[in-house]
């Protein structure tokens, strides 16, 4: 239903603003109950608010011991968890101290999911490019670091943020905006208990990371590849009749490290090709334009763990390739850069509605663990076979069918157990630090909602 706002000609001199969404009845009756609430601008709380680096060139990149380099795609969770972290080399990062951020210290994206607050509880110093937002939270309040975070993702720290975004094409918020946020000020016992939440959920989140690892080490040393790392050979020779079996000739395909990894697989009880132990899908969602989808595409699988995101897209506006169907249980492989380790295991009940992008490969109807599956096809042993199908330089990709060929080594049934409890125990993790990071903003806001008076509550409720 539209919603309505009478604004003055003085309300659009104050604010700078005629864009209607600005003046959106939720953000002004949310603006004035926090106004009216004891706070303090956001900006008390930090030394700076800065974005990062506006310019690196990737020379200054590094593989190890370099400095955590955060850019936007890394803040899709709220304690920069992702295993996709690039590093820079020092001294690029001594020359840009002025960003430099350390623990308890804040970040938001500037692009991309803008508006999404993380705090670094994991580096000890980081530093961040320029689509990034860096806060420096001052000393006397890095003990409310977690406090902080968690008000900015609730609705009350959204709903101001939401409203300060500028821009049709690519929206923006600019520095001053984010300074002057609101913060209503809250009993000292209750941001700590506050705190005490998000860093319990932040130690969950390591402790479901570590059970995946565990997972994985079974499978690589069951197979002697925990410490495999083949070198890169530049020169050697292949048969003209295997140039034929594969009908490729590029000389990638033929590196010798591919087969050494064949070799180690081969170490296993048993071999099978995907696509025998489970069926490549070839169904397809029928859109219907007036409809909503829930939409999966590449970048909602997250690369550290396998879990999926989705975002609900009308049928007329969703991306030609939005088409296929999935079921409980489906492995989700992406065909596009497939070595990122965009591979994931639908959960149950994510059958009615969705639809996911094209460039996935979908398995369905497997003879053994799903979640095995995924950790062979996410480690060192999926990946290389898929990079070994890769065509394509700027834009890696591989099909369907190169998927249903990887070769999947099946260790014995207590080792395969074993892998898909761990797995299991590592999603529970997972999904218990999220819930204590719903119920830290759900009491926040109820904190928050009752400082205020009985018809105040009624006309938020009202506009929410």
């Known amino acids: 239903m539209a919603q309505i706002s009478e604004i003055t000609v003085g309300d659009l001199l ?21 106004g009216s609430l004891e706070n303090q601008d956001f900006v008390t709380y930090t030394k700076f608010v800065k974005k990062g680096i506006f310019d690196i060139s990737p020379d200054h990149y590094v593989e190890e011991n370099g400095i ?9 969770d709220p304690f920069i968890t992702s295993s996709d972290i690039i590093e820079i080399d020092n001294e690029a990062h001594e020359k840009e101290l002025k960003t430099e951020l350390n623990i308890g210290d804040l970040l938001m994206a500037k692009v991309g999911r803008i508006g999404d607050v993380a705090v670094n509880y994991r580096f000890e110093k980081l530093n961040l490019s320029q689509n990034v937002i860096g806060v420096k939270i001052k000393e006397q309040f890095k003990r409310q670091s977690g406090f902080l975070m968690v008000f900015l993702n609730s609705k009350y720290g959204r709903s101001q943020i939401d409203r300060k975004l500028s821009g049709q094409v690519q929206q923006k918020i600019t520095l ?9 000020s809250l009993s000292k016992d209750f941001i700590e208990k506050t705190n005490q939440l998000a860093e319990k959920s932040y130690s969950l989140q390591l402790e479901s990371k570590s059970l995946y690892a565990q997972a994985e080490q079974i499978l690589l040393q069951e197979l002697g590849l925990e410490d495999f790392t083949p070198e890169w050979i530049t020169g050697y020779e292949t048969d ?5 079996k594969v009908a490729r000739m590029d000389a990638e395909y033929f590196q010798p490290r591919y087969e050494l990894l064949m070799e180690k697989i081969g170490n296993a009880n048993k071999i099978e090709k995907l696509g025998d132990i489970s069926t490549l899908s070839k169904k397809k969602v029928n859109i219907l334009p007036e409809e909503t989808y829930k939409y999966i595409e590449i970048g909602d699988v997250d690369t550290s763990n396998g879990e999926f995101t989705y975002n609900e897209i009308a049928g007329v506006d969703l991306p030609a390739n939005a088409k296929k169907n999935i079921q409980d249980e489906s492995l989700l492989i992406s ?6 380790g965009a591979v994931g295991v639908i959960p149950n009940g994510w059958n009615n509605g969705f639809v996911v992008s094209g460039a996935f490969a979908v398995f369905e109807k497997h003879s053994i663990s799903p979640f095995y599956l995924q950790v062979v096809m996410r480690s060192i042993i999926g990946k290389m076979q898929l990079e070994r199908c890769c065509t394509g330089v700027s834009y890696p990709t591989v099909t369907d069918e190169d998927a249903a060929n990887v070769i999947i080594p099946l260790l014995d049934d207590k080792k395969i157990e074993k892998i898909h409890d761990l797995v299991m125990e590592s ?4 999904h218990e630090s999220r819930q204590l990071l719903e119920q830290a903003k759900r009491e926040v806001e109820e904190m928050i909602e009752s400082k205020s008076t009985d018809k105040e509550k009624s006309k938020l409720v009202a506009f929410n």
């Open 240 to 244: 003209f009749v295997n140039i034929l």
């Open 14 to 34: 104050k604010h700078q603003r005629i864009d209607a969404e600005y003046f959106r009845p939720f953000f002004i009756k949310t603006d004035k109950f926090i």
């Open 176 to 184: 001053d905006d984010f300074k002057y946020l609101k913060v209503p």
């Open 68 to 76: 955590p380099f955060i850019r936007s795609g890394d803040l899709k």
């Open 335 to 340: 065909t596009v850069r497939p070595t990122r």
């Open 427 to 430: 999603h529970k993790s997972l």
